[in-house]
């Protein structure tokens, strides 16, 4: 609940002066990565990874000439399928010797994500922006049997650049959180890779487009 309150006090403070609009996005997920596994076989080919998402919000924009400030309210799907090789042995003996095993990882997540962005508009229609963004875990799931995650909040940071014609924006931002979030692995499916972990850190490329709604359409008609 808190991500809405801040997000709605922002709105409320801020509104009168600002655009209100709606955005959606892609993201090319890069997290669920499989970590500190004993094991593991580096430099193995696996072309399996496929981390993709998207998103939808709302959002208030308040131009302050030069700068702008832009308070988001996101919807986040993501998902992320990644693998790691690891021996079954760990004598030191050659990789034509040991037998290699390939534990896949799928995971699954939904977010409710407020960003707080702050823009300088450089030249003409292009922009620079950056800001934190808070974020809570709506729910999740992964084939993997996981630790229970304790903290739902995460915090990262955001930056990115926009390109603004009349009412349409097409951004692209790249977002990292800011506290490592590594969850220890209970059970990969019989997989032997004891004490490893899943990490579960943001660290994310989008593809936003945004649509100012017109402003006239809030004003009341005399």
Known sequence: MRVFI???FICGSLNAQGNLGVNIGLNDDN?????NIKTKVDNYNLDIKNSTGFQLGVFTEIDLITFYIRPELNLIFSKSKNASAFSSSNDGSSLLDQTIN??????????????????YKIIGPISLFGGPAFKYSLSNSSNFDLEEIKDKYTLSFLLGSRIKIKSISVGLRYERGLNTKEILILNANGANIEDANVDLTTNKLSLNISYDIPYNLFKKKN
């Open 6 to 8: 801040l997000f709605f």
């Open 102 to 119: 390939i534990a896949e990882h799928t995971y699954k997540s939904t977010e409710i994500q407020v960003p707080i962005i702050f823009g």
């Open 31 to 35: 997290f669920g990565s499989i970590e």
